[in-house]
Structure formats: C-alpha cells, structure tokens
C-alpha cells in the first residue's frame, strides 16, 4: 500500500492506452540490450566494451553488479547510483588468454521495483592473428646499372584472427615496394585472405642486400622479415622454396592420402645440387633432390587424427637456405570438425536477426538467443560423417528478419554452400520490406536440417 502522502504519476505507454504507476522518488530502469558482444580480440590484447544504464524515474536508481563466468571477462566498473533523467556506463574488459568463445554472465541489481534484477550475456572471442609471408626471400639477380626487376611475395592472414599490417620499412634506395591498388596502410587483412606485396629493385652500380621489415598486429611475431638479394658479389644467390600443398589449415581424414608437393628455385644453382628437408612434427621425413624442373613431391601417407605441422627446406651448396611451412588437421570419420561461417572463408563472420540455435544428431551444440541482431564468430561444431546438422533461426520480435548465406567448412580448403541468405522485414522503412511479413513474434523462419558429409 502507499503512503497517503505519496505522489503517484500515470504514465501513458503508447497507444495502448495502458497506464504505469511511478512513486514520486523512485528510480526506473529502461529496458537495455539483451546482450553485449566484445567480438574478435586479439589473445593477449584487451578490449573494453560498455552498458548504457537509463533511469526513467524520477527519483535516483540505487544499483549494484556482479559477473560471473569467465576469468578472461571482466567487470570493470559500476556506477552506484544514475540520477533521474541520467544516464551511466557499466564498463567491461575482455582480455582473451585463449582462443575461442568465452561468455559469462552480469547480473544487475537495482531498487526499482519492476526491475530488481536483470541478467544479461556478456560474449567475446579470443583470436590469434598470424601473418605469413611467402616466400620470405626475393632474388632479383645480376643485372647491370638502371636495369629495374619487379619481385613479389604474398601476404597471408593464417590464423583465425584479423592481421592489422601497421608499417613496411626498407632502408635501401635500390629497392622499393608497392601494395595493389586501394590498399593502404595501415591495413587490415581478414582471415584466411592474402594481398600481394612487389618489390622494384633498380640496380646501382654495387650490388646491394637489404631486409624489408614487415610490422603487424601478430602476436608471437610482430615484425616479419623478407630478404633481399641482388647483383653477383653479394654471394650466391639463395635458394626459395615453396609448399604448394598441402596448405595452411587444410584438413583431411585419417584414411586420406596426405603428399607434400614442393617447388623450389634458384637462380644460381641446378635443381641436382639443392637439398630439400621435409620435416612433419619435427621428425625429418626425407632429404632428397627436387627434379629437373624444380618439384619435388613427398608422400606422406595417411596421417593419425590430431594437429602437425609440416616444413620444408630448401639449402644450396653455399648453405643458404629458404623454407615454408603448413598446420594440417586430421581427422578421424567419427570425429570431424567442421566449422560455420558466412563466407567463403571458414573466418568469415555471419549476422542472424535475431537468434541461431544449432543441433547435432538432436543434441544443441551452440545457441545464439540474444533476442536481437547479432554477428557471430564462425560456429565450430564436432560431428561424425553422416550426422545430421540442424540449423534453427528465429525472429524474436519486429521488424527485421535476417540470417547471412551459411557456407560449411572443412579445414581452409574444402567448402560447400549450405544456405542462401534469407531476409525480409515487417518496417515499411526498411528497404527490404515484404507486406506479407507481418509476424507474429517470435517466429521460426528457418529449420532446416543436413546430413553431414564433407565436401
């Protein structure tokens, strides 16, 4: 019961001519977002993300916090108290120290009465940038005073986080270096994508060895090195080599056949008189000479299920040396990891308007149900061959319904379609409006279901 002398206000919501009674002196909380989404961060690097908090009343908003979850979450601060008509931030810190999903939860206190405790999601997603420059030596030859020769070497984002190119430096007036057109530093490469980088040599009159210096945002290497070489009396010239297969990323069964496919140059030296080095987990596998043409093909067999790494060398007779390398990822029939994306890479974000849910032979394996547009890291799921894989999208409430054209992934190589994109919406402001889209809400505008088989 109220006070005889409290002051009670009848506000109007809408047209619905419904009517919400406000004591003179209490605090309201407006209604905020149904979750907050940190995104892509790099592991090791922070991120700060914050809650606008709204009080509506007329009276000061007493609050208080708590999350609870995970220990890469973090909440930073909370306002005490929001005066009427005011505003205030809740601040967080996401510091991934892993790869992957993390989430916790926030719970939020408050002494306004219809609102004494909301609960809210609080996700990120750690990720580890890794940039790749191949091959990491350019030759430009013996080549007399003013002649100019245009070398390139490629720019790979191979690990699952974006790789921010910040910086190239080179030192050497005899070289210079140019990105394709429209791209500028600093630059951000996607995952799994690749830009061309050319370096123009114009010979001096002494031949001149420099390193251009590449600085980026990987994390275990943020200044990558690619060696130059030109003119006779700086020594032979090194030997480059080249693992065109298998490539970073790619993925295969247990019971696949699995053949390193190498080719290796060298300007100075004949094929004959190189000696290439393949290692797969750090146990050398063979030491031969590639064929007259340069190539040289490694059989490796079929691998046991897990993650290797493979490298292979190329040295000359001068002990100069170039190598590559490749993460590979077995799988056996019964266990294989497949992986969501909205793209052709298997790192490519996807946007659901409003919530996913994805099931696995019937069992959820991951639930997107923030009740409103969200962009969700690529969703990887283990399954067997031969599994069915259940895609349920719904649109919690108006306007927008709308879910990314869904591609499924095997490794970095192997990919099928699944999904076209699919949206529409109910606001006749929006410019994919359909007048026969009128709810109700919620609503399943998707439930389709697959049956897993590699593609």
């Not at 708590?66 to 929001?82: C, E, Q, Y």
């Not at 897990?306 to 993460?327: C, F, K, M, N, Y």
């Amino acid at each position: 019961m109220l006070r005889p002398d409290a002051v009670i206000l009848l506000v109007l919501a809408g047209c619905t001519g419904q009517e919400t009674a406000i004591t003179a002196g209490e605090g309201r909380l407006r209604e905020p977002p149904s979750a907050l989404d940190f995104g892509a961060v790099d592991v090791g690097r922070s991120a700060t993300l914050s809650l606008t908090l709204h009080n509506d009343g007329i009276g000061a908003l007493t609050l208080g916090g708590a999350l609870d979850g995970d220990v890469d979450l973090r909440l930073a601060d909370v306002p005490s108290t929001i005066a009427p008509g005011d505003e205030a931030d809740v601040t967080f810190e996401f510091r991934p120290t892993t790869e992957g999903a993390h989430q916790a939860s926030f719970v939020l206190t408050t002494d306004d009465p219809d609102r004494p405790r909301v609960e809210r999601s609080v996700l990120g997603t750690g990720v580890v940038p890794t940039l790749d420059v191949s091959p990491s030596a350019l030759w430009f030859g013996d080549v007399a005073e003013g002649v100019i020769v245009a070398r390139s070497t490629t720019l790979s984002a191979t690990g699952s986080g974006d790789v921010t190119i910040d910086a190239i430096d080179l030192a050497a007036a005899a070289y210079s270096w140019t990105l394709p057109d429209g791209v500028a530093l600093p630059y951000v490469l996607p995952a799994g994508h690749a830009v061309a980088l050319t370096v123009r040599y114009t010979a001096p009159a002494l031949p001149v060895s420099a390193e251009l210096l590449v600085s980026s945002s990987d994390v275990q290497r943020p200044v990558t090195a690619l060696r130059l070489e030109a003119g006779e009396s700086s020594g032979a010239a090194p030997p480059t080599i080249d693992l065109v297969a298998p490539v970073w990323g790619q993925a295969f069964l247990d019971d696949e056949p699995v053949t390193a496919q190498i080719v290796t140059t060298d300007p100075d030296d004949a094929p004959a008189d190189l000696t290439v080095l393949v290692y797969l987990d750090d146990a050398l596998v063979t030491a031969a000479s590639p064929a007259a043409d340069g190539t040289l093909e490694v059989p490796l067999g079929p691998l046991p299920p897990g993650d290797h790494t493979l490298v292979a060398r190329a040295i000359d007779p001068d002990g100069s040396l170039d190598e590559d390398r490749a993460e590979l990822a077995v799988y056996a029939p019964d266990d294989v990891q497949i992986t969501l994306s909205g793209g052709d890479s298997s790192y490519a974000y996807l946007s659901v308007d409003d919530d996913l849910a994805v099931y696995v032979d019937d069992a959820l394996v991951y639930e997107d149900a923030s009740e409103h547009q969200s962009t969700l890291a690529p969703i990887a799921v283990h399954a067997a061959i031969g599994s069915t894989l259940r895609l349920v999208a719904t649109d919690a409430n108006p306007c927008r319904k709308h879910l990314d054209a869904i591609i499924l992934h095997f490794g970095t190589t192997r990919h099928a379609r699944l999904l076209d994109e699919i949206g529409a919406s109910s606001c006749s402001e929006d410019p994919d409006y359909d007048a026969t889209y009128a709810g109700p809400w919620p609503n399943v505008f998707l439930d389709r279901t697959f049956t897993i088989a590699l593609p």
